[in-house]
């Protein structure tokens, strides 16, 4: 028995943190979809959460000049000063809101904010209330931190909204954060001020309770949404509230990884600890070509926003006009929430009977070639996403392969 068998035979423990958390299930699913094309399968992927658009040109120049002019060194912690005051006039143009450049944190993509917010606020026993449908990092990195998911369902019929009734159930004393995202990913269901103003007033009640939002799809909305963020609409919750946002879905840049968050000083600051123990500073070049992305023309976002629409439309309907297939329009992001109660119960063709909404989308996947996520990945069944972020010739054959699957079944 040689040394490496010794070792593999002692076998790893994993943490306890992460004993019941996997992979995301939509990486899963985008993983296995993606070997069955290297296999020649002619799949088409509508799972992953990313504009299908290029980095605007004067993004990537700048980008392109910052290694010219040798920036390529780390950087200040958490952003740099000249990122750091164009997300500051950026809440201030956009948003409403004004923060101090120490009120400003800048990490690697938004979900390393979230992680260094709730490692930096939860300890054990801390509640997170989080409305479902959701996106499924939100549970998990909560888990991790060593707090608890308050997990809130929300129905199509309430437009995947949370209500004050709601919320004010949901709130014990041990109610460490309220989580809302709008536009949403899943359901792209987004909140305006009509539907924010009584979760508000009810926070207001509970001075312990501190409020999350994640505004990354803020520019994709649609039919005169007007988007609008708690801290402009009710600025006693400021103190207590952190702002989440990113350049990766406005400005199609995924791959650039930088997200930011405007929020109180001495959360901003406990932040800072986590991700000096952790990261240190996010790319100096993604930090010179952010400062350029919200610096820099914004025209094109309301041709991309277009384009988005045009896609939802075609989704909607389509799904719409399927047996068994109820899809609510969205208000922003670019997916559609799907219910599929319709077929659950029915056989496939080769005999299977589709129990959960996570049997369907492997029948899809498996016989139709159509890779969607079930909601159960994101806490709210029978539902799928589908992400419309991909041509309309790719979308128009996949929705005719998920009609064609769906009329196939049985029962």
């Not at 009120?103 to 979230?114: N, R, S």
């Not at 801290?231 to 791959?255: D, H």
């Not at 990261?279 to 384009?307: H, I, K, M, W, Y």
């Not at 139709?368 to 589908?386: C, N, Q, T, Y």
């Amino acid at each position: 028995m040689n040394a490496q068998t010794k070792i593999d035979d002692a076998g790893f423990r994993p943490a306890s943190r992460i004993a019941s958390i996997g992979v995301s299930k939509i990486l899963q699913i985008g993983a296995r979809a993606s070997a069955m094309k290297r296999d020649g399968l002619p799949v088409i992927i509508l799972g992953a959460g990313e504009p299908d658009f290029d980095t605007p040109d004067n993004v990537k120049a700048a980008a392109k000049a910052a290694i010219d002019r040798g920036e390529t060194k780390y950087t200040a912690l958490d952003g740099t000063p000249e990122l750091k005051k164009a997300i500051a006039e950026k809440f201030r143009r956009e948003n409403g809101v004004d923060y101090a450049l120490d009120e400003i944190t800048v990490a690697t993509g938004a979900k390393q904010i979230l992680f260094n917010a709730f490692m930096a606020s939860i300890d054990p026993g801390d509640e997170v209330i989080i409305p479902t449908p959701y996106w499924t990092s939100y549970s998990d990195i909560v888990e991790i931190c060593g707090g608890t998911a308050v997990l809130v369902p929300c129905d199509a019929e309430a437009g995947f909204r949370l209500n004050a009734e709601q919320l004010e159930k949901a709130i014990t004393p041990k109610t460490r954060w309220v989580l809302l995202n709008s536009p949403s990913n899943p359901s792209g269901a987004a909140y305006g001020e009509a539907d924010y103003r009584p979760l508000l007033d009810v926070l207001m009640q509970h001075p312990h309770v501190w409020l999350m939002v994640d505004d990354m799809y803020e520019h994709i909305v649609y039919d005169g949404f007007k988007f609008v963020t708690p801290a402009a609409l009710e600025p006693r919750l400021k103190p207590r509230t952190l702002t989440i946002n990113g350049v990766s879905k406005a400005y199609a840049m995924t791959g650039w990884r930088i997200g930011y968050a405007g929020g109180p000083k001495a959360l901003i600051k406990a932040m800072a600890v986590i991700q000096s123990q952790a990261t240190s500073c996010p790319s100096s070049v993604s930090q010179a070509a952010s400062v350029e992305a919200l610096n820099g023309p914004q025209d094109f976002l309301v041709e991309r926003q277009r384009s988005f629409k045009a896609r939802r439309d075609l989704v909607v309907a389509a799904l719409n006009a399927i047996d068994g297939i109820e899809c609510r329009v969205p208000e922003g992001a670019f997916y559609t929430f799907a219910g599929c109660g319709g077929v659950i119960g029915k056989t496939t063709p080769k005999g299977k009977r589709l129990e959960t909404d996570s049997d369907f989308t492997d029948y899809l996947l498996e016989d139709a070639h159509v890779a969607v996520v079930p909601g159960s990945a994101f806490g709210l069944s029978p539902f799928f996403r589908i992400s419309y972020a991909t041509s309309e010739a790719e979308l128009k054959e996949a929705l005719q392969r998920i009609a064609t699957a769906c009329q196939q079944l049985a029962g």
